[in-house]
């Protein structure tokens, strides 16, 4: 415990610089632009930023993109709350109860809970991050390759829970994200595998243009086949601001809805809107006044809010200890470490424990930079929704172009960024979600080297002899096998009520 809080010191020492204070700041207000942007996600705003962080330090890298994530769970709230369009998907839970606080004229009641509540929140889930995840990592850090194997399996297993009844389309993505990991050289024999004569793909498939491919560009297309171009924009934000007591009246509900979002969090394939929708049900039946909620309850806002910004730090417990992403934007964050030539898990915290420590200290630096800056620019960032949607299209696709471009300066990586890009644009066509696709092309690699690791060391019978890959293995089955089985049990109840309803209205 000594040497956690004389390492944060040392963190946050280090982080008084002026480049990481204006790298902090930056990320938050992208992120809060990101988020306020409807159709823009975390993942697609950190994806987007991934390239400007080639040439930072792999520290200050991770700082922004950790920033722009922890602001934009938050500036999806300002339009939910103001034109009922919710910037993220977490952020449709705050829509509940706060456009109708708009439509009673009192918006400024509703966005000055949503900016404490995800601050207060955010400190929150960072402070379980960095007392839970440095005890695990050490644990982790003994792991044999059979116990990688099977943490591996076990993230892929979440894409069942992922996506609830659509659980095969989310199998099908991941699959086809193990399929592409199979492209470039073989890990072990070094033979390559399905390039088809393009030297580029030795080294497989660059994750930069994936990411930017299926999380950014994807939503381009998107809504150029949607047409979707309309602005919908509000500049009144009343008068009327939270006073003291007010946020006193929450604080328990600040406080609870932190803790649910954080271990929500950190599960993974959970996220941010369960962990919203889970917190606004406790926390409606826990009220004392549950008539209110979707009406205007102030209570509605924060606790949808704290869940969404905790699930922050509950994403990244998995992602920094045992290298399994938590979230979608998790999972570029997973990528985006990889391009630093920072290998997320327990070895982490012994070769480069002061990245650790001075992520651990930005996040809660950020949460604080971003409660002064969105108090501040309430009455500017609304002002962003009336962004004309051509322009902003056309920028993201250079701004993506470019990207793709500069990972390795090859017009290849170009091409297989459109590539992505059309992957993703037909998957959501179809409903089909993209983050298992990244989950298989991240994780297969791991999969497959310490499956064939653990082999080679002690045998095909090695992952059933050890009695921690045995239980990782089990789970992993449980959290694929168990949605299912819900998912059954409630279409077959769905089928019996439908032919008892055939059945007496044809009595009838």
Request: aromatic content about 10%.
């Amino acid at each position: 415990m000594d040497s956690l809080f004389s390492n944060l010191i040392e963190a946050f020492d280090a982080l008084l610089s002026w480049q990481a204070v204006l790298v902090i700041i930056a990320g938050v207000i992208s992120g809060i632009i990101v988020g306020a942007l409807p159709g823009l996600s975390p993942s697609m705003g950190v994806a987007l930023l991934v390239p400007f962080t080639y040439n930072m330090p792999p520290s200050l890298a991770l700082i922004l993109l950790v920033a722009v994530y922890i602001a934009a769970c938050y500036g999806g709230s300002i339009t939910a709350i103001t034109i009922n369009t919710p910037g993220t998907a977490a952020s449709m839970v705050t829509s509940f109860d706060g456009y109708p606080l708009t439509m009673q004229g009192r918006p400024g009641m509703a966005l000055g809970v949503s900016i404490v509540a995800s601050s207060i929140a955010g400190i929150i889930g960072s402070l379980i991050l960095i007392f839970f995840s440095v005890p695990m990592a050490s644990i982790a850090v003994r792991f044999h390759p059979a116990e990688y194997f099977a943490l591996a399996m076990f993230g892929l297993a979440t894409v069942a829970s992922l996506a609830g009844q659509q659980w095969l389309k989310a199998f099908i993505a991941a699959s086809l994200g193990l399929a592409l990991n199979t492209v470039g050289t073989d890990p072990i024999s070094g033979a390559d595998r399905f390039t088809f004569g393009f030297v580029e793909l030795s080294d497989g498939f660059n994750i930069i243009p994936a990411l930017i491919g299926l999380f950014a560009l994807s939503e381009v297309f998107s809504a150029v086949s949607n047409r979707a171009f309309q602005t919908k924009a509000m500049t009144n934000l009343g008068q009327e601001w939270p006073s003291f007591l007010d946020y006193w009246k929450l604080k328990w509900t600040i406080f609870l809805s932190a803790l649910i979002g954080t271990i929500v969090g950190i599960f993974p394939g959970a996220g941010s809107t369960i962990a919203s929708f889970l917190s606004y049900d406790f926390t409606k039946r826990l009220s004392k006044t549950p008539e209110e909620f979707g009406k205007g309850s102030l209570q509605g806002v924060a606790t949808s809010e704290s869940a969404n910004s905790a699930s922050v730090g509950g994403s990244l417990v998995p992602l920094l200890t045992l290298g399994i992403p938590g979230s979608a934007t998790a999972a570029v964050l997973l990528g985006a470490m990889m391009v630093h030539k920072l290998t997320p898990g327990p070895q982490l915290f012994y070769s480069k424990p002061e990245i650790i420590y001075e992520l651990f200290a930005s996040m809660l630096i950020a949460n604080i930079v971003l409660l002064g800056v969105g108090l501040l620019g309430s009455r500017i960032w609304i002002r962003i929704t009336s962004v004309p949607r051509v322009p902003l299209y056309l920028v993201i696709t250079v701004m993506c172009i470019l990207g793709c471009f500069a990972s390795r300066n090859a017009m290849f990586d170009v091409y297989c960024g459109v590539f992505f890009g059309i992957v993703g644009w037909l998957m959501k066509r179809h409903e089909f979600p993209v983050a298992p696709v990244i989950l298989g092309l991240v994780l297969g690699s791991i999969a497959e080297s310490n499956f064939r690791r653990a082999i080679m060391m002690d045998g095909p019978g090695v992952f059933f002899g050890r009695p921690l890959s045995a239980i990782l293995l089990l789970i992993a089955a449980l959290s694929f096998l168990i949605p299912l089985i819900v998912n059954w049990r409630d279409a077959k109840k769905l089928q019996n009520a439908s032919t008892s309803f055939t059945t007496d209205d044809n009595g009838d």
